[in-house]
């Protein structure tokens, strides 16, 4: 997996790969025909690409911003079937760990109730 870390004025792109390195790369964007393209122009390309699909006409009006929570760093001792069963679903198992304990945690709220 590649992350995007930053784009640089000069048209890189620093990316992070899932075992750490850090890479500069050439950006495959053309940004000269790009910025001679106008709003109208863009937005039918962006309307002809199927990975667009349904995400153009989202009504942003009543977004919310929602800032992460603080984490905080522990140790934890997990059996080792567990650990090995998230780490195989990819990067982020220690998110999808927090989001499993988290859900655990709002049904015995609600059960209380």
Not at 78 to 92: C, Y
């Amino acid at each position: 997996m590649v992350r995007l870390i930053t784009t640089l004025d000069d048209g890189t792109s620093i990316v992070a790969h899932a075992d750490g390195r850090l890479e500069r790369t050439k950006s495959k964007t053309d940004w000269a025909r790009l910025r001679a393209m106008t709003e109208e122009e863009i937005e039918a390309a962006a309307r002809a690409d199927p990975e667009w699909e349904g995400l153009l006409d989202i009504d942003w009006s009543k977004a919310v911003l929602v800032m992460p929570r603080r984490k905080e760093a522990i140790s934890i001792r997990l059996d080792e079937d567990v650990l090995t069963f998230f780490k195989t679903l990819g990067s982020g198992y220690q998110t999808r760990i927090n989001a499993v304990l988290r859900h655990f945690m709002k049904q015995a709220k609600a059960k209380r109730k």
